[in-house]
C-alpha cells in the first residue's frame, strides 16, 4: 500500500523559512508532488519531483530522496499570504496519475 | 474559462436528499477525477474518468454514489440518500498529461 506522512501544523515569522517534511511508503514510485491549498480555494500546484535533488523555483524549492523516502518544501522569505496548506502527493500505481494525498501540512505565518 | 469550474460552490441538503454536483473541466483535458476532502485532511480519490470511460470508481464510499461523465467533457457526480458523514468538500481534477488542476470544489453539508 501507500501511506505519507506530514506534520499537522506549523508557525512561522514572515521573513523567515520553513521546511515542510513529507515521508512517504509507495511500492512503485512515479514523482511526488507538493500542492498549496488556502482554505475554501483549490489545491494549486507547486512542484513535482521526480529525481532526487533540490529543485528550486523562486521562493519555494522542494527536496527529494528517493532512497529514504522523503522530500521537504522550503519556503523562503515567508510572506503573510503564504498561510496555506502543503499537501503532499504521490501518484497510486496504475499509470494515470490518481494521486494519494498526505493530510496536509496547515502553515500559519505570523508578523 | 481557462480553469476547471465546479457548480455548485455551495450545497445543503437534508439528510435522505440526492444531490448532483457538477464539474467543467479544462477543455481537452482527458483526463477528470472526483476527489473528497474532509475538514482538515488531504483530498482522498472516488473516481477516475478518461474521456467518457469510467476506469477507476474503487474511491466511492457506497453504492449511493454514481458518476458519469457521458459525453467526455462535463462530469457529474450524484449523491442519493444523502447522510451526514458525506458532508465534506468534493474536488474535481482535470490533466492532459502530469499534474492535475483542481476546482474549487463543492462544499456539501447534510444537516
Known amino acids: 500500500g501507500q501511506n505519507i506522512d506530514q506534520p499537522t501544523e506549523m508557525t512561522a515569522t514572515e521573513g523567515a523559512i520553513v521546511q515542510i517534511n513529507c515521508t512517504y511508503q509507495?511500492?512503485?514510485?512515479?514523482?511526488l508532488f507538493w500542492y498549496q491549498q488556502h482554505a475554501g480555494e483549490a489545491p494549486t500546484f507547486l512542484s513535482y519531483n521526480v529525481l532526487d535533488g533540490l529543485e528550486e523555483k523562486g521562493r519555494f524549492s522542494s527536496f527529494l530522496s528517493r532512497s529514504k523516502g522523503y522530500s521537504y518544501l522550503l519556503l523562503k522569505e515567508l510572506q503573510m499570504k503564504d498561510s496555506a496548506s502543503y499537501l503532499c502527493?504521490?501518484?497510486?500505481?496504475?499509470?494515470?496519475?490518481?494521486?494519494?494525498f498526505g493530510a496536509g501540512t496547515r502553515l500559519a505565518v505570523h508578523p | 474559462g481557462a480553469g476547471v469550474s465546479q457548480s455548485p460552490r455551495y450545497k445543503v441538503a437534508k439528510r435522505g436528499q440526492d444531490v448532483a454536483l457538477r464539474c467543467d473541466p479544462i477543455s481537452g483535458h482527458v483526463s477528470l477525477f472526483w476527489y473528497q476532502q474532509a475538514l482538515g485532511q488531504g483530498p482522498e480519490f472516488l473516481t477516475y474518468?478518461?474521456?467518457?470511460?469510467?476506469?477507476?470508481k474503487s474511491g466511492l464510499p457506497s453504492d449511493r454514489f454514481f458518476a458519469e461523465r457521458p459525453e467526455g467533457s462535463v462530469s457529474t457526480l450524484k449523491i442519493q440518500r444523502t447522510q451526514q458523514e458525506d458532508s465534506a468538500v468534493y474536488l474535481c481534477a482535470s490533466s492532459f498529461a502530469g499534474g492535475a488542476f483542481f476546482g474549487q470544489g463543492t462544499r456539501l453539508t447534510v444537516v
Open positions: 502527493a504521490v501518484p497510486s500505481e496504475g499509470g494515470y496519475n490518481k494521486l494519494i
Open positions: 509507495t511500492s512503485g514510485f512515479n514523482g
Open positions: 474518468f478518461q474521456n467518457e470511460a469510467q476506469l477507476d
